[in-house]
């Protein structure tokens, strides 16, 4: 991994950590521009850590969503099983 780390901080157009932590929102919402969005999705390809962190980030928001309203969207195919029982937890916690 420290190879990738080296090689990945001299590419100029590499993201840094701080940066894809700072445009997280933004991408998570599709506000990013194509390139920026790019670039986003190249370091999270590259970089384990970010892409725990942006996968914590989705299913933080999918857990918010799922509390908030019964209106909301269903949760993505791609769940594994013991998030969504983590989530129906989560939610019958809440109610109860
Ligand atoms: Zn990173």
Do not use: N
């Not at 929102?25 to 850590?49: N, Q, S, T």
């Not at 857990?63 to 989530?87: F, H, Q, R, V």
Request: negative net charge.
């Amino acid at each position: 991994m420290k190879t990738i780390k080296a090689v990945m901080s001299r590419m100029p157009m590499m993201m840094t950590c701080g940066e894809v932590e700072e445009t997280l929102l933004d991408y998570v919402e599709g506000r990013l521009e194509p390139y920026a969005r790019w670039k986003f999705d190249l370091h999270i390809k590259m970089c384990r850590e970010c892409f725990d962190y942006l996968a914590a980030y989705k299913k933080a928001s999918a857990l918010g969503g799922e509390i908030l309203g019964p209106s909301s969207a269903p949760a993505p195919d791609d769940l594994p099983d013991d998030l969504i029982d983590a989530i129906v937890a989560a939610r019958e916690a809440e109610t109860r």
